[in-house]
């Protein structure tokens, strides 16, 4: 067969993905996912080209999600990153409303692709740095049942949407978050097992983890431009700057002062780690870390790697026995990219293999020597992508050769090994080969109780007692003051005369070690046997009793020996230092469990359950001007000016900002070229001029209508318009369920199919086609069995300052900027810290001597206390909530 035919598949992907991508920046998610035909609900077809392998994913049920493994390899690459491009070649069924890939934690999704037929619009779902979620829309036709090419660039705050190599949409939005948390979970073509199938075939699904991606699925678009990424990373650099000099000015004061106190001495400390000693002040490199002798103590911080730029024919690759990547040789092979030494396999149409390896930047074939023979059956081989010689199942590949440095440890998949990182550790590099201790004490992840002082172990940690306590368990001490220890010739006399111990001396007799009796004052006693085999009586406080535990107003306390238990109340849920309230139908619309069973409601919902929304339109709650008509919104209203005004730009709530539209003026009218415009309050007229017989037609979308006709607009299949003398009238389609033609698209409430019902997002109810609701802040609506949500309108907030209240969907101003959710900072305008230093709009320290004082920079039009004003800039103090405070 030659190296030609792979050549020129090579060259087609090369003209469709471009040259140079860094295997280690991109995520293949068809590849990784390895889907066949053995994968239910999806099956392989041809697709816009035949470069790569293209699937339509079937109206059926399917589980097209990453193993835990292939998601955290996925995870690795993009977790917090903010410089990334979603690209995707598609063709959608028509009307189809689905999840092109989720990536989403619970309920919480980092990162969604959406494309709705329903509303013709592509959504982006995902959250910011302030946890908080968002939605941009899109509007725009993808489910047309034709081939397109997507790509969604994300650099910083920064989006750009391309829709076939055309530049669609460019916003600014919050800044994406992409820290993932463990856990998180990977889908593609669907939201989960329920909810958001797509519908359609699916080719070339990337994500590339570099700047301007777009550029390798359209190769002539400019990508000369700096990104919105690079510019924040400057900001964040300088405002680093900033606090590095804050700090090593207040560090140099104090070493200033010590120095000026020390005596004349010269002592020297020394550091040895794995064998070698080092001297004070040595540095050396130890697998990723660089680490350093001080004051006879090793510090060690990950390794910085450089990110030298590479000569033509080459990228940045790891080599054994090195923790950085180095430039390495590479081969384009078959619209992949192929490192010096790298193998792959190519069979032909006999199913002959042939061997070839990347040496000096081309593919070369390589001599098949002979494999050796199997001992298992034919079903138990497995088939090697470097290798034209199968192995059996369970092959050992770690015994060949691995990479896995200290603290990593080899794992055998089923054709090649890995590296995975042992339990206690975590990974410095995408491939696991180098793992670094997880201090779970500094971060927080450990179960040490009160009473404990945790310390952190090579791989885990141990609780140990603080002076003055003694163990419970392994996690728990408990204070020896609390108890009374008691010689038997103490508590004796009190058993026998009937004392106030609440046991029998037929219990003492039966010498059942240890064993506990109670005193009627909310005291217990424990019967020991110590270590000279005597019994002693150790008394504790029952917290329970005298109500010094730390349970939930909504728990039950059980006393135990050295401590307690809570366990929440029926209809509470929690672990008993913390108990939420239950309501088994659950509180829809953003409402809240406040007790068992007891829903509070956000403002324009009402309820058991909060699930009827208050139409304050109709009730008599909203008087909108004369020019206004009221228009009710899930959880709020708004008047609209009415057909033939307009809003002036004051946009005041009850739209007495409405103004006449100059139809005529404006040339927003339809009269026909026979007739003349004039212009009326809130409308014009079509008028004959005079002794002319005028045929009545009228203009729409720049064609002629003819008096009286009827036809469907080509944009919306459900609104019939007319030509009535000059003036074109347009509505929603009447529905006539009895009608067996009736369009179900148009009128979903006749559809009587259980097919066509939906499952809500809760699992528990089920919808009729046309039924809507609210969910998370989302309208949603099931129409012919699809779920198609989108985000709820809300009022435009015009203001500095503003808030998102606790379960509630829209924002609202407020003067105060300490009490702001988001702020509109303009960077150009700075403060002056308490140490003189020039501070940006946002940048927040710790205030100089203190601990617990974490300060802001916050742009405002007017003065508040602990601020120093410049250019109407305050510095605000905020107490931090953290362990030291």
């Known amino acids: 067969m030659g190296l030609g035919a792979p050549l020129f598949k090579a060259g087609l992907l090369i003209s469709v993905w471009g040259l140079g991508v860094d295997p280690s920046l991109q995520i293949d998610v068809l590849t990784e996912l390895e889907l066949g035909e053995s994968t239910t609900g999806v099956r392989q077809v041809p697709g816009l080209h035949n470069g790569t392998k293209a699937f339509l994913f079937q109206d059926t049920p399917r589980s097209i999600k990453a193993s835990t493994a292939t998601a955290e390899q996925f995870f690795q690459k993009l977790r917090n990153k903010h410089e990334f491009t979603i690209l995707v070649t598609l063709k959608q069924t028509h009307l189809n409303s689905g999840v092109i890939l989720s990536i989403h934690h619970l309920d919480h999704r980092y990162l969604e692709l959406e494309s709705s037929g329903h509303r013709n619009e592509v959504r982006l779902h995902y959250r910011s740095g302030s946890h908080h979620p968002h939605t941009e829309v899109f509007p725009y036709i993808l489910a047309d049942d034709k081939w397109h090419k997507l790509s969604l660039a994300i650099s910083a705050s920064h989006l750009i949407l391309h829709v076939d190599c055309n530049k669609i949409y460019e916003r600014v939005v919050e800044k994406p978050s992409t820290d993932l948390p463990l856990g998180t979970s990977f889908w593609l073509g669907q939201r989960n097992n329920a909810h958001?199938?797509?519908?359609?075939?699916?080719?070339?699904?990337?994500?590339?983890?570099?700047?301007?991606?777009?550029?390798?699925?359209?190769?002539?678009?400019?990508?000369?431009?700096?990104?919105?990424?690079?510019?924040?990373?400057?900001?964040?650099?300088?405002?680093?700057?900033?606090?590095?000099?804050?700090?090593?000015?207040?560090?140099?004061?104090?070493?200033?002062?010590?120095?000026?106190?020390?005596?004349?001495?010269?002592?020297?400390?020394?550091?040895?780690?794995?064998?070698?000693?080092?001297?004070?002040?040595?540095?050396?490199?130890?697998?990723?870390?660089?680490?350093?002798?001080l004051n006879g103590t090793i510090q060690c911080e990950t390794l910085i790697c450089p990110n030298p730029d590479c000569p033509l024919k080459s990228a940045l690759a790891y080599v054994d026995g090195k923790c950085c990547k180095e430039c390495k040789s590479i081969c384009q092979f078959q619209g992949r990219t192929?490192?010096?030494?790298?193998?792959?396999?190519?069979?032909?149409?006999?199913?002959?293999?042939?061997?070839?390896?990347?040496?000096?930047?081309?593919?070369?074939?390589?001599?098949?020597?002979?494999?050796?023979?199997?001992?298992?059956?034919?079903?138990?081989?497995?088939?090697?992508?470097?290798?034209?010689?199968?192995?059996?199942?369970?092959?050992?590949?770690?015994?060949?050769?691995?990479?896995?440095?200290?603290?990593?440890?080899?794992?055998?998949?089923?054709?090649?090994?890995?590296?995975?990182?042992?339990?206690?550790?975590?990974?410095?590099?995408?491939?696991?080969?180098?793992?670094?201790?997880?201090?779970?004490?500094?971060?927080?992840?450990?179960?040490?109780?009160?009473?404990?002082?945790?310390?952190?172990?090579?791989?885990?940690?141990?609780?140990?007692?603080?002076?003055?306590?003694?163990?419970?368990?392994?996690?728990?001490?408990?204070?020896?003051?609390?108890f009374l220890w008691y010689p038997v010739s103490f508590y004796w006399p009190l058993a026998t005369k009937g004392g106030p111990f609440l046991w029998t001396l037929n219990m003492l007799e039966q010498k059942l070690y240890p064993f506990m009796f109670q005193f009627e004052s909310g005291y217990l006693g424990h019967l020991y046997r110590n270590s000279c085999h005597s019994e002693v009586a150790l008394i504790e406080h029952d917290e329970c009793v005298t109500n010094q535990h730390n349970c939930d107003e909504n728990a039950l306390c059980f006393n135990t020996v050295g401590g307690h238990n809570c366990v929440c109340k029926p209809g509470y849920t929690g672990n008993g230092t913390t108990c939420k309230a239950f309501c088994q139908d659950g509180?829809?619309?953003?409402?809240?469990?406040?007790?068992?069973?007891?829903?509070?409601?956000?403002?324009?919902?009402?309820?058991?359950?909060?699930?009827?929304?208050?139409?304050?339109?109709?009730?008599?709650?909203?008087?909108?001007?004369?020019?206004?008509?009221?228009?009710?919104?899930?959880?709020?209203?708004?008047?609209?000016?009415?057909?033939?005004?307009?809003?002036?730009?004051?946009?005041?709530?009850?739209?007495?900002?409405?103004?006449?539209?100059?139809?005529?003026?404006?040339?927003?009218?339809?009269?026909?070229?026979?007739?003349?415009?004039?212009?009326?309050?809130?409308?014009?007229?079509?008028?004959?001029?005079?002794?002319?017989?005028?045929?009545?037609?009228?203009?729409?979308?720049?064609?002629?209508?003819?008096?009286?006709?009827?036809?469907?607009?080509?944009?919306?299949?459900?609104?019939?318009?007319?030509?009535?003398?000059?003036?074109?009238?347009?509505?929603?389609?009447?529905?006539?369920?009895?009608?067996?033609?009736?369009?179900?698209?148009?009128?979903?409430?006749?559809?009587?199919?259980?097919?066509?019902?939906?499952?809500?997002?809760?699992?528990?109810?089920?919808?009729?086609?046309?039924?809507?609701?609210?969910?998370?802040?989302?309208?949603?609506?099931?129409?012919?069995?699809?779920?198609?949500?989108?985000p709820l309108p809300c009022p435009e907030v015009e203001c500095e300052f503003s808030v998102l209240p606790e379960n509630e969907c829209c924002p609202r101003c407020v003067t105060d900027p300490c009490q702001a959710d988001t702020i509109r900072n303009d960077i150009t305008k700075t403060c002056l810290d308490e140490m003189n230093v020039v501070r940006f709009t946002g940048s927040s320290w710790i205030k100089h001597g203190t601990e617990c004082t974490l300060c802001q920079c916050k742009s405002t039009t007017e003065t508040l206390s602990h601020e120093t004003d410049r250019d109407n800039i305050t510095v605000t103090d905020a107490l931090r909530k953290n362990e030291l405070c």
């Not at 405002?239 to 000015?249: C, H, N, R, V, Y």
């Not at 140099?252 to 002062?257: D, I, M, N, T």
């Not at 120095?259 to 400390?269: F, G, T």
């Not at 090994?417 to 201090?439: I, P």
């Open 587 to 790: 509180c829809r619309n953003g409402g809240a469990c406040i007790a068992a069973n007891v829903c509070a409601c956000p403002q324009g919902f009402t309820g058991h359950s909060c699930e009827t929304d208050i139409d304050e339109c109709s009730d008599g709650f909203v008087q909108c001007d004369s020019r206004a008509n009221c228009i009710n919104l899930p959880g709020w209203y708004h008047c609209e000016c009415r057909d033939g005004y307009h809003d002036n730009g004051m946009f005041s709530p009850s739209g007495e900002s409405c103004e006449d539209i100059d139809e005529c003026g404006t040339g927003r009218h339809s009269c026909a070229n026979d007739t003349i415009c004039f212009n009326l309050d809130g409308g014009y007229d079509c008028r004959c001029p005079h002794g002319k017989n005028c045929t009545g037609d009228c203009i729409h979308d720049g064609k002629i209508k003819h008096n009286g006709q009827i036809w469907v607009l080509e944009n919306d299949r459900c609104s019939v318009c007319s030509c009535q003398n000059g003036f074109v009238m347009c509505r929603r389609m009447v529905c006539d369920c009895e009608n067996p033609t009736v369009d179900l698209f148009c009128c979903p409430e006749c559809d009587p199919r259980l097919s066509s019902q939906c499952l809500h997002q809760n699992g528990e109810t089920l919808y009729n086609s046309g039924d809507t609701w609210v969910q998370n802040c989302q309208q949603c609506r099931c129409l012919q069995g699809e779920v198609d949500c989108w």
């Open 196 to 293: 958001g199938y797509f519908k359609g075939i699916m080719q070339d699904v990337q994500l590339l983890v570099m700047p301007q991606g777009f550029i390798a699925q359209c190769p002539d678009l400019n990508r000369t431009c700096p990104t919105c990424n690079d510019f924040h990373g400057l900001v964040q650099k300088i405002m680093e700057l900033q606090d590095i000099l804050a700090k090593t000015s207040a560090k140099l004061s104090r070493a200033e002062q010590r120095m000026n106190r020390l005596d004349q001495c010269y002592c020297e400390r020394t550091c040895t780690m794995k064998g070698t000693t080092y001297r004070e002040f040595e540095s050396w490199t130890d697998g990723c870390k660089n680490c350093t002798c």
């Open 338 to 482: 192929y490192f010096e030494g790298e193998r792959n396999t190519v069979y032909s149409s006999s199913g002959v293999c042939v061997l070839y390896e990347c040496k000096d930047q081309s593919m070369k074939l390589v001599e098949n020597s002979g494999c050796p023979t199997l001992d298992c059956p034919e079903s138990h081989q497995i088939t090697l992508s470097h290798s034209c010689c199968k192995v059996c199942k369970g092959y050992d590949f770690c015994s060949e050769r691995h990479n896995c440095m200290e603290n990593s440890v080899c794992r055998n998949l089923n054709d090649r090994a890995v590296c995975s990182c042992r339990d206690g550790f975590r990974a410095l590099r995408e491939d696991n080969a180098y793992c670094e201790d997880v201090d779970e004490c500094a971060e927080g992840r450990h179960y040490c109780r009160e009473n404990t002082m945790c310390v952190n172990t090579p791989g885990s940690f141990m609780c140990i007692c603080k002076t003055g306590y003694i163990r419970i368990d392994d996690y728990s001490c408990t204070d020896l003051t609390q």
